[in-house]
Nanobody
């Protein structure tokens, strides 16, 4: 089992920045690919960004390209999502997820086995 805990969410004005963190514990010896998803009220969960276990490959949803950077520190079992130029439409609960298919970044939620509880990001206009 892998436990994931997100942090770093909060309230920010449009144009501002936040860095989300996702700390993993438990069976972290596996080579997991990691993803960030988000879900806004009344909307379906959507893929935001993902990174392979070795950090060599990353993938971003079109709506965040150029504004978001995903990274990881395997020594700390932590994945980060740096978000810049935030917009009100970025308001959502952000979740991190882990996939045992470590060398591939999946965009579908069912490709990930473990999920965190989420952290709220609110962007005011």
């Amino acid at each position: 089992q892998v436990q994931l805990v997100e942090s770093g969410g909060g309230l920010v004005q449009a144009g501002g920045s936040l860095r989300l963190s996702c700390a993993a514990s438990g069976r972290t010896s596996g080579n997991y690919a990691m993803g960030w998803f988000r879900q806004a009220p009344g909307k379906e969960r959507e893929f935001v960004a993902g990174i392979t276990w070795n950090g060599r490959d990353v993938d971003y949803a079109d709506f965040v390209k150029g504004r978001v950077i995903i990274s990881r520190d395997n020594a700390k079992n932590t994945v980060y999502l740096q978000m810049n130029s935030l917009k009100p439409e970025d308001t959502a609960v952000y979740y991190c997820a882990a996939s045992r298919f470590g060398l591939r970044v999946g965009r579908r939620g069912n490709e990930y086995e473990y999920w965190g509880q989420g952290t709220q990001v609110t962007v005011s206009s």
